[in-house]
């Protein structure tokens, strides 16, 4: 079946640490993966995303994340993380339906972050 | 460039109530969805359109209606609402041909809906 996790519900990080937020997912073909960031009271934004060529893609705020195909891993970091970072993440990924592609989404992983 | 609209942005409704919850975009999205979001469920879609004049149930459609009589409108409807509706509803639009599909979607700003 396909499915995505996001195995940390959670995750506090001090202002200045680095982050790494952790994405599996389960589908038989290429998938297209997107990070979206929802702030308190917002709606989600676009992070980053991935279709094909280069597996290291760049997105806003500083973020970046890694395809890795041999792990199912679309893992985003951050080198240096800002308070205004605190954020619900969420991890989706776009799979084939007839001739279409639905999107399914991850739990999310809530990060806080301390001064 | 508004994007995607919701309103209302809250609503309180009594066992019972009906009411619509709008959506409109002004990209010219051919692909349309809700989505209610609870804590610790993720976003689970509810219905989508793929056009106007086309709809399809996704994983949690019972209690909603939708109609798609525009490419820029996705209203959403409770005929009855209980208390199990009660949630955080977001619309989203997206690209469904051409070179951008599937690309991105926008959502809305959501609709905090409380069922008393």
């Known amino acids: 079946a396909q499915s995505v996790t996001q195995p940390d519900i959670h995750i506090t990080v001090s202002e200045g640490a680095s982050l790494e937020l952790r994405c599996n997912y389960s589908?038989?073909?290429?998938?297209?993966l997107f990070w979206y960031v929802q702030s308190p009271g917002q709606g989600l934004q676009l992070l980053l995303k991935y279709f094909s060529g280069d597996t290291l893609v760049q997105g806003i705020k500083g973020f970046e994340a890694e395809f890795k195909r041999s792990q199912s891993s679309f893992n985003l970091r951050k080198p240096s993380v800002h308070w205004s970072d605190a954020a619900e993440y969420f991890c989706?990924?776009?799979?084939?339906?007839?001739?279409?592609?639905?999107?399914?989404w991850g739990l999310g992983t809530s990060l806080a972050v301390n001064p | 460039n508004a994007g995607v609209t919701q309103t209302p942005k809250f609503q309180v409704l009594k066992t019972g109530q009906s009411m619509t919850l709008q959506c409109a975009q002004d990209?010219?999205?051919?692909?349309m969805s809700w989505y209610r979001q609870d804590p610790g469920m993720g976003l689970r879609l509810i219905h989508y359109s793929v056009g106007a004049g086309i709809t399809d149930q996704g994983e949690v459609p019972n209690g909603y209606n939708v109609s798609r009589s525009t490419t820029e409108d996705f209203p959403l409807r409770l005929l009855s609402a209980a208390p199990s509706q009660t949630s955080v509803y977001f619309c989203?639009?997206?690209?469904?041909?051409?070179?951008?599909?599937?690309?991105?979607?926008?959502f809305g700003q959501g609709t905090r809906l409380t069922v008393v």
């Open positions: 589908y038989g073909a290429t998938p297209y």
């Open positions: 989706a990924v776009g799979v084939l339906a007839g001739n279409n592609r639905k999107l399914i």
């Open positions: 990209m010219n999205h051919e692909y």
């Open positions: 989203a639009s997206r690209r469904a041909r051409g070179p951008l599909m599937n690309t991105e979607a926008f």
